[in-house]
Nanobody, 121 residues
Framework: QVQLVESGGGLVQVGGSLRLSCAVS????????MRWYRQAPGKQRELVAG???????SYADSVKGRFTISRDNVKNIGYLQMNNLKPEDTAVYYC???????????????WGQGTQVTVSS
């Protein structure tokens, strides 16, 4: 059973930094796309950043210049580096990945369990 396992959340002060990780557990062919979403209390889940297999990267306007998405294609791990954090960044962060399996066609969409990020002022 292929899963995405997140780590790296926590409590940080305004202006601080955190790095979230999203590791693929299980044997796969490769990680096709990786996205990070977040959901704050009482709000809808929003897309924060994404990277596709060709390397094209996109960010929500609210995080441009502060967050950086990256991936290790050998270890099949995705990262979200978050700098200059603000109270409005407080949310549960979820990774979402498209996975290609050995010997099986198509892309399997998987979600991580979520990790809490809290920015205190």
């Amino acid at each position: 059973q292929v899963q995405l396992v997140e780590s790296g959340g926590g409590l940080v002060q305004v202006g601080g930094s955190l790095r979230l990780s999203c590791a693929v557990s299980g044997s796969i062919l490769r990680l096709d796309y990786m996205r990070w979403y977040r959901q704050a209390p009482g709000k809808q889940r929003e897309l924060v950043a994404g990277v596709v297999s060709g390397g094209e990267i996109s960010y929500a306007d609210s995080v441009k210049g502060r967050f950086t998405i990256s991936r290790d294609n050998v270890k099949n791990i995705g990262y979200l580096q978050m700098n200059n954090l603000k109270p409005e960044d407080t949310a549960v962060y979820y990774c979402n990945g498209g996975i290609r399996l050995v010997g099986k066609p198509g892309i399997y969409d998987r979600w991580g369990q979520g990790t809490q990020v809290t920015v205190s002022s």
